[in-house]
């Protein structure tokens, strides 16, 4: 594949939004409260056997979980070793959502099937950071903020 073409949607939304913020010099943006816990994705391949007729698994792709304060001060981190000067900043946050929350994920299934596990915690300066530094004249600066709300507006 063509090197233009190629993405790193493999890692969860909010980590490739900081990437991105921070080549292009723009603060961290996290919404409320910042607490919210996600989790990093990771593509995998595993050659399953065949299951029996009418079986069909379903599992949640994730390694490690992470709030949005650490993976703002994992690419701050990251950012820092290549010589960006990186800010953080809170906008409010637009989705109609608890702040805080339990959230108790497990993810042993895929580790039973041969997950070789790729975390998060190796350097992200060089590979979804670095990449995001190389296109980031590609970068429409405009459209980095939340400009939507879900929540209801009342109309007079």
Not at 133 to 152: G, L
Request: net charge neutral.
């Amino acid at each position: 594949m063509h090197e233009e073409l190629c993405n790193r949607y493999d890692y969860d939304n909010v980590l490739n939004r900081f990437c991105v913020q921070a080549a292009v010099g723009h603060p961290l943006a996290g919404c409320g409260k910042k607490g919210a816990d996600l989790q990093s994705n990771v593509l995998l391949s595993l050659l399953l056997q065949n299951q029996q007729s009418g079986k069909f698994w379903v599992f949640n792709q994730f390694t490690e979980e992470f709030s949005v304060n650490q993976l703002a001060a994992l690419v701050t981190k990251a950012g820092k070793k290549l010589g960006l000067d990186i800010q953080t900043t809170s906008v409010s946050n637009p989705r109609v959502e608890a702040e805080e929350h339990y959230y108790n994920a497990e993810h042993t299934q895929l580790i039973e099937l041969g997950l070789n596990l790729h975390l998060l915690s190796h350097p992200l300066d060089d590979s979804l950071l670095t990449f995001s530094i190389k296109y980031k004249d590609r970068v429409d600066t405009k459209q980095i903020m939340p400009n939507v709300s879900w929540r209801k507006i009342r109309v007079k």
